[in-house]
């Protein structure tokens, strides 16, 4: 049984835990005047963010746990706000850094070299000896937005152009996530033409990422030739992305009043230029052997890591653990899907399966041509619980949100990057120092995406 998220909500008399897997989704309800919850991440180890955050979230004691540090509150978060319970209102916040600075107890001193390493709302930590990754630490929600609980009581409308900002880079997964969340509670059927379009941009959205990923990828081991090749392809895509749909990251593309007004045939000399393009850096890296020599057997996953800690997208598709939302779905499977995948766990398969999906995506996005959109509106809503499951191109997002009279009472997202982050510090370990940034890009992350 494949564990994928666990997370609380506030009902009147109690907690309810909601414990998301594969095959059945558990329930359980726990009392709210000394509430606790046992941990499952002995089992699951990937569990343990989901309930260091629970418990930074409404207080909830995790029993059983081997990590209770804090997840979401950082050092001078304060200790007794629990920021999504419905009792709490504060719309700012007072910094308790003064009651930090004149407290006293045994603090750690750390002997040897550290480095601090930024990225986006995340922070790293590791320890090396001889220029070899002893240790690595991740240490995310710098930048806690809040998300969660800024949508409570808002309508699914009022609530749209926030949510489909939460990642940048997904932008486009995001919103068709949210927009199945809506289509299931206004018991409705997209038009197929509807869904086309929006597949168009799902999988142009995954290209360009994919492009993006590997431009890095080529800089961090100094195949710059390699890196500005991928960041002019990237340049193009994202140029036509705006041409598309008025933004460069795709915001605000899924609109079902606007949709005709959008013509993807449009796109297709850039699609066809970029196939002649990377079948023509394929053939580069063929007399090439030196770049794939930077990319073996660096930042590797092992395939039972990746069953324990429920990773997903290409890291799970890198072991060839065949996981992607889109090979089950009779429509993508009407326009060509083929799920790629490797063995090797390494940052080369990474980079491969990226190649490889690439020209999926390419192969299915023509198919696109000449497809008519009229508008199309969803109309009233169901009060219930709604969960969608999109596969993004970091690996599979889910969606969860309660309607209560017609307006939001409960959000709740498991970006791909939330399990895929609690990998590093296992494929970090034991590689070399100067291989670090390759291994972090060559896995993809968001981590403004986990700070909701």
């Known amino acids: 049984m494949r564990f994928i998220a666990r997370f609380a909500k506030e009902q009147e008399e109690c907690f309810e ?4 897997y594969d095959v059945r989704t558990i329930k359980e309800k726990i009392n709210k ?12 180890p990937s569990a343990t963010w989901f309930e ?17 540090r804090p997840l979401v509150k950082h050092e001078h978060f304060p200790k007794d706000i629990y920021p999504m319970k419905k009792s709490f209102e504060k719309l700012t916040m007072e910094s308790n850094s003064e009651k930090i600075e004149k407290s006293t107890g045994s603090h750690g001193i750390i ?12 922070q790293f930590q590791l320890f090396e000896g001889n220029s070899e990754i002893l240790h690595f630490e991740t240490m995310p929600f710098y930048k806690y937005r809040a998300i969660e609980k800024m949508v409570e009581g808002m309508s699914l409308e009022d609530a749209k152009p926030i949510v489909e900002r939460i990642s940048g880079t997904n932008t486009v997964a995001y919103q068709l996530g949210y927009l199945d969340i809506w289509r299931q509670a206004s018991k409705r059927t997209l038009p197929k033409t509807i869904n086309v379009q929006h597949m168009f941009f799902l999988e142009l959205e995954r290209v360009l990422n994919h492009i993006n990923d590997m431009a890095l990828m080529c800089r961090f081991i100094n195949f710059l030739e390699g890196s500005h090749f991928f960041m002019k392809l990237l340049e193009e895509g994202r140029e036509t992305m705006k041409n598309l749909s008025g933004h460069r990251f795709g915001f605000g593309v899924v609109n079902l009043t606007n949709e005709s007004e959008i013509k993807v045939e449009n796109g297709f000399d850039f699609l066809n230029h970029l196939e002649k393009e990377l079948i023509w850096f ?35 598709r890198s072991v060839a653990i065949d996981l992607d939302c889109r090979k089950d779905s009779l429509f993508y499977n009407e326009y060509g899907f083929v799920s790629a995948s490797e063995n090797m766990g390494d940052t080369s398969s990474r980079f491969k399966i990226r190649l490889t999906e690439i020209h999926t995506s390419l192969r299915m996005m023509r198919k696109v041509l000449d497809n ?7 109309g009233t809503t169901k009060d219930g619980e709604y969960t969608s499951f999109i596969e993004s191109s970091a690996g599979e997002l889910m969606m969860y949100l309660e309607l209560k009279d017609e ?32 291994i972090l890009k060559s896995i993809p992350l968001s981590f403004s995406a986990n700070d909701l």
């Not at 002997?111 to 995340?122: D, F, I, V, W």
């Not at 008519?372 to 969803?378: D, E």
């Open 17 to 20: 835990i909601i414990t998301v």
């Open 33 to 44: 005047l000394t509430p606790t919850l046992v941990s499952i991440a002995k089992e699951y």
């Open 52 to 68: 260091r955050k629970i418990t930074d979230d409404f207080g909830i004691e995790i029993l059983y746990s081997t990590d209770k």
């Open 111 to 122: 002997l040897g070299p550290t480095h601090p390493y930024h990225l986006e709302s995340s």
């Open 282 to 316: 394929e053939k580069w890296m063929k007399v090439k052997p030196s770049f794939w020599k930077e990319l073996v057997r660096e930042g590797v996953i092992l395939k039972e890591d990746v069953k324990a800690f429920g990773l997903v997208g290409l890291v799970a």
């Open 372 to 378: 008519r959109v009229l508008p199309f509106f969803l």
């Open 407 to 438: 307006k939001i009472n409960r959000f709740f997202i498991r970006d791909p990057s939330f399990l895929n982050a609690q990998i590093l510090s296992r494929c970090m370990k034991n590689n070399e120092m100067d291989a670090l940034g390759v």
